[in-house]
């Protein structure tokens, strides 16, 4: 069945954080379960892809419960490493994976906290991304991952921008993360 793209936009978004604005949607229109939304040319985001860039556990754990397949990002996000290490064994590009909106798999593991993931990745041939997913891993309040991720590259790059324009060492500070802070400090990051 096909939906108005407005409304596939709309339950794309909601699958970002809206864990109950989701359900409400599917149970009027189940189809919108594996619908994607097209942000731009070859930018597709579906309701799993949208929770697994932002780190909703809850959300992307409802829709794998619904039926949706496990990608390899939401694995990772999920710190899910025996699925990662089968899904690598049956493509090794995959672990350099993008999700949604080109994210690279290495954020995905970052918000898991799981360094084995990130050891998994590196040791299969990935790790692109890795100043980028320091912000992962400072949103969900990761030190040992941000420090693993510091000592991979990423304290090279410590003016890497979020998508909201903003360096890791003040979205530490904007979460008064103080461990995070001092690490970031302790690292060379300057305000």
Request: aromatic share 8%.
């Amino acid at each position: 069945m096909e939906f108005p793209q407005e409304q596939v936009r709309e339950f794309v978004i909601a699958a970002h954080f809206n864990l109950e604005k989701v359900k409400a949607m599917l149970a009027e229109h189940p189809g919108l379960l594996t619908v994607a939304f097209e942000w731009g040319p070859g930018d597709y985001e579906d309701g799993l892809g949208a929770a697994s860039h932002v780190g909703n556990r809850p959300i992307a754990e409802f829709f794998l419960g619904q039926g949706v397949p496990l990608t390899v990002c939401a694995a990772a996000m999920l710190g899910r490493k025996a699925d990662v290490e089968q899904f690598i064994a049956g493509d090794a590009a995959l672990a350099n994976a993008k999700g949604a909106h080109g994210i690279p798999i290495m954020f995905h593991a970052a918000m898991s906290g799981d360094t084995s993931i990130a050891d998994l990745l590196v040791a299969k041939g990935g790790g692109e991304g890795i100043p980028f997913a320091l912000h992962g891993a400072i949103a969900h309040e990761h030190v040992d991952m941000a420090r693993w991720l510091l000592d991979h590259g990423a304290k090279d790059h410590l003016d890497v921008k979020n998508y909201e324009g903003k360096s890791p060492l003040v979205k530490a500070e904007e979460s008064d993360n103080a461990a995070m802070v001092n690490l970031l400090r302790e690292y060379g990051a300057t305000a």
